[in-house]
Nanobody, 126 residues
Framework: QVQLVESGGGLVQAGGSLRLSCAASGRTFSSYVMGWFRQAPGKEREFVAAFRSSSGITYYSDSVRGRFTISRDNAKSTVYLQMNSLKPEDTAVYYC???????????????????WGQGTQVTVSS
């Protein structure tokens, strides 16, 4: 079992930056694929970024590639999402998620992830 706790959300002006953190506890942190998703009001939850520790490969949605960076610190069992050049359309609740490395499901599929945090609100004002 893995427990995930997000932090770092808040209110920021367009063009600004925020760094989200996701602290994990429980089973071996480094064996999971870690992802970030977001859900805006009235919209479905969508993939933002993911990190596959076995290969070091990172994945990003088209909407955030070049602006957001996902990273992880295995020693601290923490995954980060550095968000730069924020836009009002980035406003959403951001969720951290963990899923098994060996899943056949696509990296951006919600069904791949079986552990979720409670979410942290990010609001970008224009």
């Amino acid at each position: 079992q893995v427990q995930l706790v997000e932090s770092g959300g808040g209110l920021v002006q367009a063009g600004g930056s925020l760094r989200l953190s996701c602290a994990a506890s429980g089973r071996t942190f480094s064996s999971y694929v870690m992802g970030w998703f977001r859900q805006a009001p009235g919209k479905e939850r969508e993939f933002v970024a993911a990190f596959r520790s076995s290969s070091g490969i990172t994945y990003y949605s088209d909407s955030v590639r070049g602006r957001f960076t996902i990273s992880r610190d295995n020693a601290k069992s923490t995954v980060y999402l550095q968000m730069n050049s924020l836009k009002p359309e980035d406003t959403a609740v951001y969720y951290c998620a963990a899923g098994p490395s060996g899943s056949y499901l696509p990296i951006g599929s919600l069904r791949r992830y079986d552990h979720w945090g409670q979410g942290t609100q990010v609001t970008v004002s224009s």
